[in-house]
């Protein structure tokens, strides 16, 4: 299999305009792509390794390195168990930029959580997806709504 970097970068800066549309962020294709890359830095903090690995082989090239990007596989993990630690950690993993990517408070950040994984519904099975629901904590299954589910 031969690596065609060209063809990832084209595919990459595809979704990134696609998903900036989705989060209603105008041209800001830099914001979306922080928003999206805390996102799933997040998502793989409190998922187990096994989820993050088949979760990984779903995803196409050009999001792979988006999300094993930084990643030290920790034997302790966060203890996020409500929407708002979660919504903390992904501004966490947003860095100085958080204030300014998610704004104040938790509605913009779970518009951007919710339209995150309703786009990750293209590249993402329905089974995979039910797997990552049913391993999270009882009160953060919900980040990952039904309507995604179909």
Known sequence: MALNFNQY????NTFLKEYTKELDLGKDTDKAGR???AIMHALRDIIPI????QLLAQLPMFLKGVYVNGWSIKKTRPKVKQVAEFLDLVREHDGPSAVNDFEYGDEVAQQYVDTTFLYLRKYISLGELEDIRDS???NLKNLIHFNVMF
């Open 136 to 138: 999270l904590p009882k």
């Open 50 to 53: 096994e989820e993050s690995l």
């Open 9 to 12: 970068a084209t595919e990459g």
């Open 35 to 37: 928003i999206f890359t």
